[in-house]
């Protein structure tokens, strides 16, 4: 069975939410029987601190592939994390696992009326740094800061501006799991021009 590894702060943390509606990974698992999944998310974590963790949530699990989303604790004021630093976190956990293995996830927006230790304006040098650095190790990437701010996306959070209710993680669940179903696809096509190859090499 292959691993997935879900790693990142506590928009990927928990399983449910207050009204026991399904989180990430737990919408992952039920969509994708033939994986195993693992919910590697801390709450009120940054990059910095995930580091300290990486080995032991992530490597050691072998996994075929691992989401990472973070960004909404480094673009914080209380526990600011600068881009520069943040990126060259990613750019650690990118080159310990490969580009091929990697999903990296931009951070989201939040309702900045409930929101006071946030701002779209920070968050979104954050978000676009992720996909500078998608585009420059050619990683998977799931554009999420594009995907919520071409939609009423603070429908899609919860009281406190910032992490998700069920629409939400509908939203995310399904991009990943989308993304996944892509890459599977893909491989399966490249798998069958290989085979093409060889028989006319033959």
Same mark, same amino acid.
């Given at each position: 069975?292959?691993?997935?590894?879900?790693?990142? $702060?506590?928009?990927? !943390?928990?399983?449910?939410?207050?009204?026991?509606?399904?989180?990430?990974?737990?919408?992952?698992?039920?969509?994708?029987?033939?994986?195993?999944? #693992?919910?590697?998310?801390?709450?009120?974590?940054?990059?910095?601190?995930?580091?300290?963790?990486?080995?032991?949530?992530?490597?050691?699990?072998?996994?075929?592939?691992?989401?990472?989303?973070?960004?909404?604790? $480094?673009?914080?004021?209380?526990?600011? #994390?600068?881009?520069?630093?943040?990126?060259?976190?990613?750019?650690?956990?990118?080159?310990?696992?490969?580009?091929?293995?990697? #999903?990296?996830?931009?951070?989201?927006?939040? $309702?900045?009326?409930?929101?006071? !230790?946030?701002?779209?304006?920070?968050?979104?040098?954050?978000?676009?740094?992720?996909?500078?650095?998608? $585009?420059?190790?050619?990683?998977?990437?799931?554009?999420?800061?594009?995907?919520?701010?071409?939609?009423?996306?603070?429908?899609?959070?919860?009281?406190?501006?910032?992490?998700?209710?069920?629409?939400?993680?509908?939203?995310? !669940?399904?991009?990943?799991?989308?993304?996944?179903?892509?890459?599977?696809?893909?491989?399966?096509?490249?798998?069958?021009?290989?085979?093409?190859?060889?028989?006319?090499?033959?």
């Amino acid at each position: 069975m292959k691993t997935l590894v879900c790693f990142g $702060d506590s928009i990927t !943390a928990h399983e449910l939410n207050d009204d026991d509606s399904l989180r990430l990974t737990s919408r992952v698992r039920l969509s994708l029987s033939k994986w195993n999944v #693992i919910n590697a998310g801390v709450p009120a974590e940054t990059t910095r601190l995930a580091l300290t963790r990486f080995q032991e949530d992530v490597l050691r699990h072998e996994p075929d592939l691992v989401t990472v989303l973070f960004g909404a604790n $480094d673009a914080s004021t209380h526990r600011l #994390i600068e881009v520069e630093e943040y990126k060259n976190n990613l750019i650690y956990m990118i080159e310990k696992l490969g580009p091929s293995k990697i #999903i990296l996830i931009s951070p989201s927006p939040v $309702d900045e009326n409930e929101q006071h !230790a946030r701002t779209n304006e920070r968050t979104h040098q954050y978000a676009k740094a992720v996909k500078e650095l998608a $585009d420059t190790y050619n990683t998977h990437f799931i554009d999420l800061w594009k995907k919520m701010t071409g939609r009423n996306y603070k429908q899609m959070l919860t009281q406190d501006g910032l992490h998700f209710n069920k629409k939400g993680y509908r939203l995310l !669940a399904g991009l990943v799991i989308q993304k996944m179903e892509k890459l599977k696809k893909a491989k399966k096509t490249k798998k069958r021009f290989a085979a093409l190859a060889k028989i006319q090499k033959g």
